[in-house]
């Protein structure tokens, strides 16, 4: 075993919910120590950065229960089980924005909290958008707009956008230029 595996001994489910699972595992280290590790096991997600011929990117503003605020980010959703991250995508953008699009990229992904959680979102890139109608999920209230890419940067750098998963994807896209 090298140093850096971790090795499951037992692993129990203290917890089973509609969207997450939480276990209570018993491993050991390399060195022989026994830990305890609780994981929160998610489905996943994605995150669509969507930008118009234009050059505006599509975002959402939605109020956020978990942190009490209205929050601006890329439109994002949860992958179902089983299900396609790419098709997930594709559903996400036409749920929230009443957007489709003719082209995807895939930006990568990213792990949201791996110290705690396997949470592994997937980003893309969508273009060669068409408007068809918004078709939120039942209970989803969010409003989508538009901005220039210069304008989303300005609104990371003074705090207005602090999502993560809208951040990271933003830096990936900025990536692809260098």
């Known amino acids: 075993m090298d140093k850096f595996t971790e090795k499951t001994l037992s692993s129990k489910t203290v917890y089973k919910g509609r969207i997450f699972d ?7 280290l390399s060195d022989g120590l026994k830990r305890n590790r609780e994981i929160i096991h998610h489905p996943g997600g994605v995150v669509i950065l969507a930008l ?12 956020r229960y978990a942190v009490k605020s209205v929050q601006t980010e890329l439109p994002a959703g949860r ?3 089983g299900e396609d991250p790419l098709l997930a995508a594709q559903r ?5 924005t009443g957007y489709i699009a ?22 893309f890139k969508a273009t060669g958008l068409a408007f068809d109608k918004p078709d939120p999920d039942e209970g989803e209230i969010l409003d ?3 901005l220039p890419l210069s304008d989303v ?7 207005t956008i602090n999502d993560a998963k809208t951040i990271c994807a933003l830096a990936r896209l900025g990536l692809e230029s260098i």
């Open 79 to 81: 992958l179902e089980k």
């Open 102 to 123: 003719k082209n995807w990229e895939s930006l990568g992904y990213i792990f949201t909290t791996f110290g705690i959680c396997d949470e592994k979102l997937y980003l």
């Open 52 to 63: 118009k011929d234009d050059g505006n990117i599509l975002l959402v503003k939605q109020y």
């Open 144 to 146: 989508y707009f538009e």
């Open 22 to 28: 939480i276990t209570s595992d018993e491993i050991v």
């Open 92 to 96: 996400e953008l036409r749920e929230e």
């Open 153 to 159: 940067h300005n609104l990371v750098k003074n705090g």
